[in-house]
């Protein structure tokens, strides 16, 4: 049997690759996205276009075909609040009635010793989805891919000289290439698995040595300009002021978040092999 897959968010970094992964293993893909302007955004991996209505729900009647799995991978960034109102409402106007796989995206950084807007909104998620059963929360590493914030940084490196890292980028963070993350998921839902999975290599890799071998590899010589973090939440407007002039699309939110790496203590990755 066919499986028939929503993916929110589709039109993101994750929701374009899991789309196309799960197309290719032979799902039907429902994509949907928070606005009509946001449709031309979907990849051709997309079966079938949905958009919120203007209170955030997925009307039930839109849908062509009714989902058995739904995969959560949408984050706003503008309004962080909304993601919250936003899942809980599709996991319950959809994903309760008519799939029997809920997966939620969420973060190895959930730690509560996070204090970033993002790491708040995927901790208060997560306890929506402990609730739901047959539930699968996957909490995976920084995301390396042609996109996200790996891709940021590229675009940042290839344009500038000087690069400005928070702490000096020095404190070692959980990683998971893209293909790999896709493809774990796939596999876990294909196996009906439930829980929690923390996924991410094994081999920690810090942000310092991102953009070195970044630049490595675009054979371009770069000096790294530290950011103490305590600095920057003392100074949070003025930094806010400075990334934007510096075009560094890494908000105060990310800088908080990856304080946490400093003194965090990873839980065993699920990641095979």
């Given at each position: 049997?066919?499986?028939?897959?929503?993916?929110?968010?589709?039109?993101?970094?994750?929701?374009?690759?899991?789309?196309?992964?799960?197309?290719?293993?032979?799902?039907?893909?429902?994509?949907?996205?928070?606005?009509?302007?946001?449709?031309?955004?979907?990849?051709?991996?997309?079966?079938?276009?949905?958009?919120?209505?203007?209170?955030?729900?997925?009307?039930?009647?839109?849908?062509?075909?009714?989902?058995?799995?739904?995969?959560?991978?949408?984050?706003?960034?503008?309004?962080?609040?909304?993601?919250?109102?936003?899942?809980?409402?599709?996991?319950?106007?959809?994903?309760?009635?008519?799939?029997?796989?809920?997966?939620?995206?969420?973060?190895?950084?959930?730690?509560?010793?996070?204090?970033?807007?993002?790491?708040?909104?995927?901790?208060?998620?997560?306890?929506?989805?402990?609730?739901?059963?047959?539930?699968?929360?996957i909490r995976p590493g920084l995301i390396l891919g042609h996109g996200g914030l790996y891709q940021n940084m590229l675009?940042?490196?290839?344009?500038?000289?000087?690069?400005?890292?928070?702490?000096?980028?020095?404190?070692?963070?959980?990683?998971?290439?893209?293909?790999?993350?896709?493809?774990?998921?796939?596999?876990?839902?294909?196996?009906?698995?439930?829980?929690?999975?923390?996924?991410?290599?094994?081999?920690?890799?810090?942000?310092?040595?991102?953009?070195?071998?970044?630049?490595?590899?675009?054979?371009?010589?770069?000096?790294?300009?530290?950011?103490?973090?305590?600095?920057?939440?003392?100074?949070?407007?003025?930094?806010?002021?400075?990334?934007?002039?510096?075009?560094?699309?890494?908000?105060?939110?990310?800088?908080?978040?990856?304080?946490?790496?400093?003194?965090?203590?990873?839980?065993?990755?699920?990641?095979?092999?």
């Amino acid at each position: 049997m066919r499986r028939i897959v929503l993916i929110t968010g589709a039109n993101g970094f994750l929701g374009k690759n899991l789309a196309e992964y799960f197309h290719k293993q032979g799902c039907y893909i429902i994509g949907s996205v928070s606005s009509e302007e946001k449709i031309s955004q979907l990849s051709e991996w997309i079966d079938e276009k949905i958009v919120y209505n203007i209170n955030g729900v997925l009307k039930l009647e839109n849908l062509g075909k009714s989902p058995d799995i739904v995969i959560f991978s949408a984050y706003d960034t503008k309004n962080p609040s909304l993601s919250i109102q936003h899942t809980i409402q599709v996991s319950k106007s959809i994903a309760v009635k008519y799939a029997s796989k809920q997966v939620f995206i969420s973060s190895v950084s959930v730690d509560t010793a996070n204090r970033s807007e993002y790491g708040k909104v995927k901790r208060e998620l997560e306890y929506h989805f402990y609730s739901i059963e047959n539930s699968l929360i996957i909490r995976p590493g920084l995301i390396l891919g042609h996109g996200g914030l790996y891709q940021n940084m590229l675009n940042y490196i290839t344009n500038h000289t000087i690069i400005p890292l928070p702490d000096g980028g020095i404190y070692g963070m959980a990683v998971i290439p893209i293909d790999i993350l896709c493809a774990e998921i796939f596999n876990l839902v294909k196996d009906e698995k439930s829980g929690i999975r923390n996924l991410y290599n094994s081999k920690l890799i810090s942000l310092r040595d991102i953009v070195l071998e970044i630049a490595y590899k675009l054979n371009k010589k770069v000096f790294i300009f530290t950011i103490p973090i305590r600095l920057v939440e003392l100074l949070n407007p003025i930094v806010n002021i400075i990334l934007k002039i510096l075009k560094l699309r890494i908000n105060f939110d990310s800088i908080i978040g990856y304080k946490l790496y400093k003194t965090m203590v990873l839980p065993k990755s699920d990641l095979p092999g």
